[in-house]
């Protein structure tokens, strides 16, 4: 859990478990998988179980409890060591014991990904959640059927996309899902173009969201990223009248003043609706 997030477009960061597995171009240096190495811990990979978060539904109501009290809408990330919509996986404590079915009230992810959409989010009106994938494909097959039809309005569907071929091909998984939606865009390792149209659509890739988040990579072993490329996008959103927020070049250079753009979507306040 991360209360008051170092991560720059979000108040906090929320995990129900940790662990995950490489997807595609941008997990090349992940530093949830970095950092579960260091201690470790074998989370990443088709046939590891995760860790579960033991704080995870004590730390959210806490979030909700002081965003209540500010009268605010505060933006929660969910989630920063793991995938929200990857397939359910076997789960070990704290302890390190392994979670047995009918014995535990939780022993895969699955349980606490249904505990998260029918219990928290109803439950907590003074959050936005982000809920960032790189597995759209996945998401109407684990959200609550009633969230097709009427989808929470403290909820964001989002994807991470690095380069063209992972705009072409997640962004058009990510529009089958009903709800606002969002692009993290980091860490950018190519020049995109959205305003390029969906195959078989007359849509444009930018037409199907709702906010961009972008970026470079940071770390040790952080792949170049040119600033012409957050230019571009920061000029597609702007001429298309979507938010924008630019988060790094790479957490060493500085931002150019030009991309200095820090932009919300006006309905992650209070009283405010898409």
Not at 70 to 83: I, N, P, Q, T, Y
Request: with cysteine; hydrophobic share 35%.
């Amino acid at each position: 859990m991360a209360k008051n997030s170092s991560i720059e477009w979000t108040k906090h960061t929320l995990n129900l478990w940790w662990g995950c597995m490489e997807v595609h171009a941008g997990c090349l240096y992940c530093y949830a998988k970095i950092w579960a190495e260091r201690w470790g811990l074998k989370l990443w990979g088709k046939n590891s179980i995760r860790r579960k978060i033991k704080s995870s539904f004590s730390s959210v109501y806490m979030y909700q409890r002081e965003a209540e009290r500010a009268r605010e809408m505060h933006r929660v990330f969910l989630g920063s060591m793991m995938d929200i919509f990857e397939k359910p996986k076997g789960m070990f404590d704290e302890k390190g014991r392994v979670l047995v079915k009918d014995q535990d009230e939780f022993w895969n992810t699955g349980q606490l990904r249904d505990k998260f959409f029918n219990e928290v989010v109803p439950n907590c009106p003074n959050l936005m959640f982000l809920l960032l994938t790189k597995r759209p494909s996945n998401i109407n097959k684990y959200i609550p059927k009633s969230w097709k039809e009427n989808p929470p309005s403290n909820v964001m569907f989002g994807t991470s996309v690095v380069n063209q071929k992972t705009a072409d091909d997640l962004i058009p998984q990510l529009f089958q899902v009903n709800g606002q939606r969002f692009l993290s865009v980091e860490p950018q390792l190519d020049q995109i173009d959205l305003t390029v149209k969906m195959k078989g659509t007359d849509l444009r890739l930018i037409d199907t969201v709702d906010w961009i988040i972008n970026g470079g990579e940071s770390g040790r072993t952080k792949r170049p990223f040119n600033t012409d490329w957050g230019r571009t996008l920061r000029d597609q959103c702007k001429k298309n009248g979507i938010p924008f927020y630019f988060k790094q070049v790479d957490k060493v250079k500085p931002i150019p003043d030009d991309l200095k753009v820090f932009e919300y979507p006006a309905y992650h306040t209070l009283g405010v609706t898409k």
